[in-house]
């Protein structure tokens, strides 16, 4: 039986349920559009995974108020951010600066020598705003805003770098990078190897996303005043200084980890997945940097 040929979820399930012998009726209950998200969101949809949703807050970022959705199961972690939006707030609040970079895609052409790689390089750069007109017949969405290049023997990594406004814009960026590489190699003679050869660099930590940025760069500060620290947090800008140093800066270079902070991935996770965002994405997300500052008596703290 082909399960994508079943008109419902609940005919889905009662098949699995047969032939693997189990019963699974929590998850048939939802609130979903069963037509938008197993036509949309999910092939072969069954049913849907409750997962308990917490609430941390209010958040105060450039004096304006903000409560943070998170959907976890670890304990303790809503109770965490709570605090630390509490710490946060009563200190005066954090001021956020943020960057839009881009969407990426980075497809590898196969040249045959040094020669051949460098006139690859040599077209890419003088025919952007060629590329960016066909960017622009897949979808009026899309913008193409820069793209550079490496090689190394007989391969070149091409980063093509989107603007999809308010969409994270994968999808888009794919397909226009497909009209594009038809486009180099018609006019080049050389062949595209795969329309993603890891340079883009999707979902999965890397020191070119880490350096260059994908999706947005996103930087945040506080100062974290003593009597905050001492009835907050129970603790002393000193030993906080202490613990990240030791942790995320010697620690992190002793297990050669990629960026230096305590925990970005816990906080982002639960947060993607309250808002129903791609969670694989938090394996470049995680990467970022927490500095740390003793100032008399009080701790600035960014991230």
């Known amino acids: 039986m082909k399960l994508h040929t079943l008109s419902s ?14 019963s699974l009726p929590t998850i048939g209950t939802f609130s979903l559009d069963e037509t938008i998200a197993s ?20 958040l105060c970022i450039d004096k304006t108020e903000y409560y943070i ?21 009563d200190s005066g609040g954090a001021i956020v600066d ?16 040094l020669k051949e790689s460098a ?68 006019q080049t003679g050389i062949s ?3 329309l993603s050869g890891n340079y883009c660099v999707d979902k999965k930590p890397s020191w070119l996303n880490m350096i260059e940025g994908r999706g947005f760069k996103v930087w945040a500060e506080v100062v974290l005043p003593q009597k905050i620290l001492k009835q ?21 270079i002793m297990s050669g980890s990629m960026g230096y902070n305590a925990q970005f991935a816990n906080i982002l996770a639960a947060l993607f997945l309250a808002t129903g965002q791609d969670i694989a994405h938090i394996a470049e997300c ?10 008399g008596k009080n701790l600035y703290m960014s991230v």
């Open 9 to 22: 979820v609940t005919e889905r399930r009662q098949i699995i349920e047969k032939k693997t012998k189990t």
């Open 39 to 58: 036509t949309r969101h999910c092939e072969n949809m069954i049913g849907a995974t409750q997962v308990p949703l917490g609430i941390a807050g209010p």
């Open 69 to 89: 959705p998170l959907a976890t199961t670890e304990g303790a972690l809503v109770a965490s951010v709570n605090r630390g939006c509490r710490a946060i707030t």
């Open 98 to 113: 943020n960057y839009r970079v881009g969407s990426t895609r980075g497809p590898v052409f196969y040249v045959k020598n």
């Open 119 to 186: 006139r690859l390089n040599t077209f890419i750069d003088t025919h952007l705003k060629e590329m960016q007109s066909i960017a622009q017949t897949t979808s009026r969405h899309i913008q193409l805003t820069k793209t550079f290049s490496r090689g190394v023997g007989q391969y070149r990594y091409v980063r093509f770098v989107y603007d999809t406004k308010d969409a994270m814009g994968m999808n888009m960026a794919t397909i226009a990078t497909d009209k594009i590489v038809r486009f180099i190699e018609e």
């Open 192 to 194: 595209c190897l795969a």
């Open 232 to 252: 907050t947090l129970k603790t002393t800008a000193q030993k906080i200084y202490d613990a990240w140093l030791s942790k995320c800066i010697m620690g992190g």
């Open 286 to 295: 995680s990467i970022g940097i927490t500095t740390a500052e003793v100032r």
